[in-house]
């Protein structure tokens, strides 16, 4: 049979395409996953990586803003390399080492991370954003002196205090040139922020020292000026853009018509020249960061040929083991039921069983087949025996019968009354063998009639116990009844007359004379019991369960002595079970036995 299975149907075929699949997918997920979190990963090392670069570079570029050379910043290199981890080093742009957190004669890093020039600087404001000019840290000659100082911060003190009073919270902040500047929450306070009775204009003033390096500032950028013709509206100090972290104020650049942007552009291009260039003094030369890793370009993950390769061999050998491990756990649960099959397909009389290996669903299922073959086995016995049975309760009144009817047309015999009294007696045990097998054949076929009516115990055990006086009496055995209360039944009343009249006579024929038989009727909860008592020889143990099969006797030799074809007591189960009821036997040897039918109760009609 298996031959004829279709491959894509088999469960092998279809366990390992099921696995497969599974893996494939979890491979890719586990994939994905890695991917994904490795990109995740390095994109925030990277982060990192910047904010740590951002703030070297701040730091070096702090340095270069206040110092005219780099003399002494090595310990400034050495203390940022401890706390990053990284090395750290400074060089000319012609890679002269200027200063290095590595040991002398390590090679510099292929490629420079940023160039630290203070004069023209986008990455680092004080405020931590990003800004091109120069930086605000390069004070030069604008650092205002300890006399000016004292007098700005008692000018700032009172513009605070003015402030309160009108309601501004504000504080005052030191810039680098040593100028006080009145800040709110989002920075200095602009002119049109200031109220009427603070803005006396005398924190806004420059001092003497700023005042001269304004002046050398409008010097140096008037001749760029002049090539542009703008010299002409600007004030002394107008071509100067000090800011509000300089001064607290903004000088404007003069008064230019509307649509002169180009001209703005041109004369704060002037302005910002000749401010480089009055700085310069005052800074140290431009010099190159380099960082252990000289390449600041964004990391991108791309997996090398080397690394495609190893993630496949791994891919392939995950679905290599899930697959042959699945073959393994697949064979194991095929073989129990290719054996099962094939043992299903032995011919019925070989009753092949099979061997239970396993405690999970497959053995259960063996199990449960060979208890099936256990059962098909016994159900052919007694298939077999009933045959066997049934010849033989036919075959002796028909011999008896042909013997006596041979006899007498040979003139052996005349055929007297008593010889076909012999034979009519023959005749109805014929008919008695074959009206309980068409009972019992109507109740295997679920087509036993019942005609159902209300029913009283006490009547019914009345009625069985009078048919059977008669043969009582005959036998010596005493016959009576015994009914508790006026029970129900909903039965039809000739069935259960047939049922318990087999059971009585089943009773006289094994209570010897002087016993007693008694029929008894209860109501037990929502039943009716049936009682069915003798003071009989009882049955053995062994042959109790057997009581209620077919054509069983406890007399072996199968002697018509004892009565009775073996079809009674099966015909006495069939009939209970067609009322819903059950029917059992308890008995003791030389002691008795009782049989009892249990059936529903209904309430007493009206």
């Known amino acids: 049979m298996s031959g004829r299975i279709p491959l894509r149907k088999r469960l092998l075929v279809r366990l390992l395409i099921a696995t497969v699949l599974i893996a494939v997918c979890s491979v890719a997920a586990t994939a994905w996953l890695a991917v994904e979190t490795t990109t995740r990963a390095l994109r925030e090392e990277q982060g990192q990586v910047l904010a740590e670069d951002m703030d070297v570079l701040a730091r070096l570029s702090g340095y270069a803003a206040t110092h005219s050379d780099w003399t002494g910043v090595e310990e400034t290199v050495r203390t940022l390399s401890e706390r990053t981890g990284r090395r750290i080093a400074l060089a000319t742009p012609d890679r002269r080492i200027i200063a290095d957190s590595a040991p002398s004669g390590t090679a510099l890093p292929p490629r420079a991370a940023a160039t630290v020039?203070?004069?023209?600087?986008?990455?680092?404001t004080e405020r931590g954003a990003q800004r091109s000019g120069i930086d605000p840290r390069v004070v030069g000659p604008y650092r205002v002196t300890g006399a000016e100082r004292?007098?700005?911060?008692?000018?700032?003190?009172?513009?605070?205090?003015?402030?309160?009073?009108?309601?501004?919270?504000a504080d005052v902040v030191q810039t680098p040139s040593g100028r006080p500047v009145v800040t709110d929450h989002d920075g200095p306070v602009s002119a049109g922020q200031v109220p009427d009775e603070c803005a006396d204009g005398l924190l806004n003033t420059p001092t003497p020292t700023e005042e001269k390096a304004l002046a050398e500032l409008a010097e140096r950028s008037r001749p760029c000026l002049?090539?542009?013709?703008?010299?002409?509206?600007?004030?002394?100090?107008?071509?100067?853009?000090?800011?509000?972290?300089?001064?607290?104020?903004?000088?404007?650049?003069?008064?230019?018509?509307?649509?002169?942007?180009?001209?703005?552009?041109?004369?704060?291009?002037?302005?910002?020249?000749?401010?480089?260039?009055?700085?310069?003094?005052?800074?140290?030369?431009?010099?190159?960061?380099?960082?252990?890793?000289?390449?600041?370009?964004?990391?991108?993950?791309?997996?090398?040929?080397?690394?495609?390769?190893?993630?496949?061999?791994?891919?392939?050998?995950?679905?290599?083991?899930?697959?042959?491990v699945t073959a393994v756990v697949a064979t194991r649960l095929v073989r129990p039921l290719r054996a099962l099959t094939e043992a299903a397909q032995q011919p019925p009389e070989l009753h092949v069983r099979v061997p239970v290996t396993t405690r999970d669903e497959t053995g259960i299922l063996a199990a449960a087949f060979n208890n099936l073959t256990e059962r098909r086995e016994r159900l052919e016995a007694q298939r077999k025996a009933m045959v066997s049975d049934i010849a033989h309760e036919l075959r002796s009144p028909l011999t008896n019968i042909r013997g006596w009817l041979e006899v007498t047309r040979d003139g052996v015999v005349d055929p007297a009354p008593a010889l076909l009294a012999s034979l009519h007696e023959e005749a109805l045990v014929l008919q008695r063998v074959i009206d309980d097998l068409q009972d019992?054949?109507?109740a295997d076929a679920g087509a036993l009639r019942l005609h159902r009516e209300p029913v009283r115990a006490d009547e019914l055990l009345d009625q069985v116990?009078?048919?059977?006086?008669?043969?009582?009496?005959?036998?010596?055995?005493?016959?009576?009844?015994?009914?508790?209360?006026?029970?129900?039944l909903d039965a039809d009343p000739v069935r259960l007359r047939q049922a318990l009249g087999n059971l009585v006579s089943n009773a006289l024929r094994h209570t010897p004379a002087g016993g007693t038989v008694t029929l008894a009727a209860r109501r037990d909860g929502d039943d009716v019991v049936l009682d069915v008592a003798d003071t009989g020889t009882g049955i053995d143990p062994e042959d109790l369960p057997h009581v209620f099969d077919r054509f069983w006797r406890a007399e072996k030799s199968r002697s018509r002595r004892t009565?009775?074809?073996?079809?009674?007591?099966?015909?006495?189960?069939?009939?209970?079970?067609?009322?819903g009821g059950t029917a059992d036997a308890v008995s003791e040897p030389r002691a008795g036995s009782v049989f009892t039918l249990r059936l529903p109760a209904v309430p007493a009609p009206a």
Request: with cysteine; proline share 5%.
């Open 117 to 124: 020039d203070p004069l023209r600087t986008d990455t680092y």
């Open 150 to 169: 004292a007098r700005l911060d008692k000018l700032a003190l009172i513009r605070q205090k003015c402030f309160a009073r009108n309601g501004y919270e």
């Open 226 to 324: 002049d090539r542009h013709g703008l010299s002409t509206g600007v004030t002394p100090f107008a071509a100067v853009d000090v800011t509000e972290q300089r001064l607290g104020t903004r000088y404007p650049l003069g008064k230019f018509r509307p649509g002169d942007s180009g001209s703005v552009r041109e004369a704060q291009s002037c302005v910002d020249a000749a401010r480089r260039a009055q700085l310069d003094p005052y800074v140290a030369p431009v010099a190159e960061l380099l960082l252990g890793v000289g390449d600041t370009t964004a990391v991108r993950f791309d997996m090398s040929p080397a690394n495609k390769a190893k993630v496949i061999g791994a891919a392939g050998l995950v679905l290599a083991v899930t697959v042959a």
């Open 440 to 442: 019992l054949a109507a």
């Open 465 to 488: 116990a009078a048919a059977h006086r008669v043969a009582a009496d005959t036998a010596g055995v005493t016959l009576r009844t015994a009914v508790d209360g006026t029970p129900w």
């Open 563 to 579: 009565g009775g074809s073996g079809l009674g007591l099966p015909i006495v189960r069939h009939l209970v079970a067609a009322h």
